[in-house]
């Protein structure tokens, strides 16, 4: 198995450049003008929830933010396509 | 490198695809039903699409020396209108006695009503009355935990045989609902969403690498047809040995479709 300075040396400038690609994208959001949508609001939930994931894994953490937490079956959809995020 | 490609939809792809993934080392590709990027207009659009499956692809396939299967169903996503969904059900038996047809698939839901579960809970009924393998599709995105939860109890209130089921799709939160409760997991390569190979690679070292296989889901939208053989190599640099890739690209999923009455592999390989 790779060691910690493996992974590093693997992953750690695609790790860096997608963190900065957040930041601009989060920095790019606050310099336009208009309305923000609950996608904005669920990424930045997700974020928090990447820092304090609790005793699971991060990613999971992420994805379980990102996700519908109903059980039944809805009645209808409106729309074929999903967002992203949930809609709240 | 020898591998199978579980799942890709080559009927959106071109000629140099199926060159690339024979030239990377694919011998056997599973095309399962699905969406076409747009609704179909009518029963016979599904039919056309059929023959498309079972015998036309075959043969394009074949002139790369690629043995081609399939998985037939109507997919989620045009199941929602239940009458026309249960009409294209009641053609699919007429396609299942073909030679390179697996089971249904991918069967599941998209946006998780309660019209799709019903389709979902036909197919599932129509493959135990056949005897025949499940490949599911879970839903995107944010539906797909609740989607795959809401899978897994109907397969389960249906009494399936979990060996004989494989959900496709999975990513960190929803391997463990699949894996836990017995069933084959799927984990789809994509350049923009479900998991990248480093993601696909980190699930494998967290839970193991029985009951699980990796594909490319190739299709119109962004996707690699050579998303299998690029993960395996980065296995390779994440100093995964030779034996254990190629347990996970050819194996696992030879184990998986040999449940599968037709599908074989070419002579040598068997």
Redesign the interface.
């Given at each position: 198995?790779?060691s910690k300075t493996?992974i590093l040396d693997?992953?750690f400038m695609?790790a860096r450049y997608k963190l900065i690609d957040i930041a601009a994208f989060l920095d790019r959001l606050d310099r336009h003008e208009g309305d923000s949508d609950f996608r904005h609001a669920g990424f930045l939930k997700a974020m928090e929830a990447m820092l304090n994931p609790g005793d699971g894994?991060r990613?999971?953490a992420v994805?379980?933010s990102?996700?519908?937490?109903?059980?039944e079956?809805?009645?209808?959809?409106e729309?074929?396509?999903?967002?992203?995020?949930?809609q709240v | 490198m020898q591998y199978i490609e579980p799942h890709a939809h080559m009927v959106s792809r071109t000629t140099d695809d199926y060159q690339a993934i024979a030239q990377a080392g694919c011998q056997a590709l599973c095309e399962p039903a699905f969406w076409a990027g747009y609704d179909r207009g009518s029963v016979e659009g599904f039919r056309d699409y059929y023959r498309q499956l079972t015998d036309y692809e075959p043969a394009r396939a074949a002139k790369f020396g690629i043995l081609h299967y399939t998985w037939l169903c109507i997919n989620p996503?045009e199941a929602?209108d239940v009458v026309f969904g249960r009409e294209v059900l009641s053609m699919i038996p007429e396609f299942l006695d073909q030679p390179t047809v697996l089971g249904i698939g991918e069967i599941g839901?998209?946006?998780?009503?309660?019209?799709?579960?019903l389709i979902l809970e036909e197919h599932i009924a129509l493959a135990q009355e056949r005897d025949l393998p499940i490949l599911v599709h879970t839903?995107?995105?944010?539906?797909?935990?609740?989607g795959t939860?809401?899978i897994v109890d109907a397969m389960k209130n249906a009494n399936v045989n979990p060996d004989r089921v494989i959900i496709d799709h999975v990513?960190?939160?929803t391997a463990a609902i699949a894996l836990d409760a017995g069933f084959w997991a799927g984990m789809t390569l994509y350049p923009e969403s479900k998991c990248t190979p480093?993601?696909a690679i980190?699930i494998l070292?967290?839970f193991g690498t029985e009951r699980i296989w990796m594909n490319s889901a190739c299709d119109w939208g962004i996707s690699d047809p050579l998303a299998v053989v690029k993960c395996a190599l980065e296995m390779k640099?994440?100093?995964h040995t030779a034996e254990l890739i190629h347990k996970v690209i050819y194996e696992n999923p030879k184990e998986f479709l040999s449940q599968c009455a037709n599908f074989k592999l070419p002579q040598g390989n068997e």
């Open positions: 198995m790779p493996d693997l992953y695609d894994p990613a999971k994805l379980e990102l996700s519908d937490h109903s059980k079956p809805v009645e209808k959809a729309i074929q396509f999903a967002y992203g995020a949930p | 996503k929602d839901l998209n946006k998780n009503t309660k019209n799709e579960h839903p995107h995105l944010e539906d797909k935990l609740k939860r809401l990513e960190e939160h480093g993601r980190d070292e967290t640099k994440r100093k």
